[in-house]
């Protein structure tokens, strides 16, 4: 397992103890198995995750059909924008090889976010560039939908999904952790 | 004492303060601040004089310089105001400017709007004009003070196709803030609008300066941006509503084996409450 630390991402490099220590109350380091699903679009999540060690595959979900979006690489959030309203998954996340991320739950933002310090506003930071990222690769598959449906004039069929960049979509292993690292492996 | 409300959002700007001038009200301090440079530190406050013992008018009980107004959008506070040479700040009687940021940060207090209106700049746009293109360099991202402004993707031939309207109060452009180096999309005016401009620059100027209240404008621009994520799921929803699944059912009825279904009833259930 990895046992990439948090100041270890070129964001955190400069990163205080104290904030160290604030993070980790309010956050829990994991470690994942390739191919488990870290989150399942549509689905209720405990929070949003940041990659520490390991990739993962940021996936669109829709009909049974799936589109990578983006190949995420530590120091990344996953789902960032579910912290806010505490709804369900934006996009699936299935690792690619071994994974360690953090967990941090919508509990532990707001708290976080109702504190001013440093490390709210790092990790603020971060949270919006990533929700900002994904919000464009979105609207790139929007814009791309609506400029077939407009030029085919019909709904889009199996087949057209498949043009766009959907393949059918097969997730194996159900959503879990395989555990925590050892300890003195995180940050 | 002057700005005793405001104090703890201003710690390095002490040596401004009406207090360190000796009592004396100093004129606004503007820091001219051209892009792209960082701030120079202010110049040395000067030397307290020694208070000579004249009588002094007593103070008017409608305008008490001594103690400005708690409501700070009454006055110009003199050690907040950061402006960018050729440009001029929102000003802080800008009723737009006032309607939009409540509508970004619904909780937003007056010191904090004062802080904020002093660090983003007022732009009018006629209709049809470019806010940022596709693939453009980012510098700054746009408060929608008034009008519409409209979001442009350009399609499988380079031809922009628009996928979206803004109204007032969104923030666009926050790709600029948080390292992104281009513009995906392109945003047009609509119809004639007004927009203030907030530069990365300014922001790490705020955040120096008055780091709570950029903690709250972050946290408002992370609320608004994962909003504008959910509603292009709704959107990409919609547009794919009428699709075919491809084993042939009905694709819209299982939530669970649609995830962006589920998504819009969880979006209108919120909606709706």
């Known amino acids: 397992m990895s046992t990439a630390s948090l100041n270890s991402l070129p964001a955190w490099s400069d990163i205080a103890v104290e904030e160290v220590r604030s993070f980790r109350r309010i956050a829990f380091d994991r470690q994942f198995r390739s191919g488990t699903v870290l989150a399942r679009a549509g689905m209720a999540t405990a929070g949003a995750w940041l990659l520490v060690g390991g990739e ?20 990344t959030w ?3 924008g579910c912290l806010v309203d505490g709804g369900p998954a934006t996009f699936t996340a299935v690792a690619i090889g071994e994974v360690q991320a953090w967990l941090l739950t919508a509990d532990g933002y707001r708290h976080m976010a109702s504190q001013p310090g440093a490390l709210a506003r790092r990790a603020l930071r971060q949270l919006i560039q990533a929700s900002v990222h994904d919000a464009a690769q979105l609207s790139g598959v929007v814009a791309r939908v609506q400029e077939l449906t407009t030029r085919l004039n019909r709904p889009l069929d199996a087949e057209d999904l498949f043009r766009l960049g959907f393949s059918r979509l097969v997730l194996g292993p159900p959503v879990g952790t395989v555990g ?4 003195g492996s995180g940050a | 004492m002057a700005g005793a409300s405001s104090s703890r959002f201003l710690p390095n700007w002490s040596h401004t303060s009406a207090t360190a001038r000796g009592g004396q009200v100093a004129p606004i301090v503007d820091v001219i601040l051209p892009l792209g440079v960082p701030p120079k530190p202010l110049p040395p406050p000067p030397v307290p004089r020694p208070v000579v013992a004249t009588p002094r008018p007593s103070p008017s009980p409608a305008v008490d310089i001594q103690r400005p107004n708690p409501e700070p959008l009454s006055y110009d506070p003199p050690s907040t105001t950061v402006r960018t040479a050729g440009e001029r700040p929102s000003g802080l009687g800008d009723p ?3 309607a939009a940021i409540g509508r970004l940060i619904p909780q937003i207090t007056g010191v904090e709007r004062a802080q904020l209106a002093s660090v983003m700049f007022r732009r009018e746009l006629a209709t049809g004009e470019t806010v940022f293109s596709a693939k453009a360099p980012t510098q700054a991202a746009w408060l929608v003070g008034s009008g519409m402004l409209r979001v442009e993707f350009d399609d499988a031939d380079g031809q922009p196709q628009g996928i979206g309207a803004i109204e007032s109060g969104t923030l666009v452009g926050a790709e600029a803030l948080f390292g992104q180096a281009h513009h995906l999309g392109a945003v047009v005016a609509a119809s004639d609008a007004v927009v203030y401009e907030l530069s990365p620059t300014r922001l790490d100027l705020l955040e120096r300066v008055v780091p709570a209240t950029a903690q709250v404008l972050l946290a408002a621009i992370h609320s608004a941006v994962a909003r504008q994520q959910r509603a292009k799921i709704v959107r990409l929803e919609r547009a794919l509503a009428q699709s075919t699944r491809p084993g042939g059912a009905d694709a819209t009825r299982p939530a669970r084996s649609n995830p962006l279904g589920f998504l819009a009833h969880f979006l209108g259930q919120m909606e709706g409450a």
Request: aromatic share 4%; glycine share 6%; net charge neutral.
């Open chain 1, 56 to 75: 993962v595959e940021l996936i669109l979900e829709t009909r049974q059909c799936g589109m990578v979006i983006d190949r995420l690489t530590p120091g």
């Open chain 1, 180 to 183: 925590r690292p050892a300890p």
């Open chain 2, 96 to 98: 737009l400017f006032a």
């Open chain 1, 78 to 80: 996953i789902n960032s």
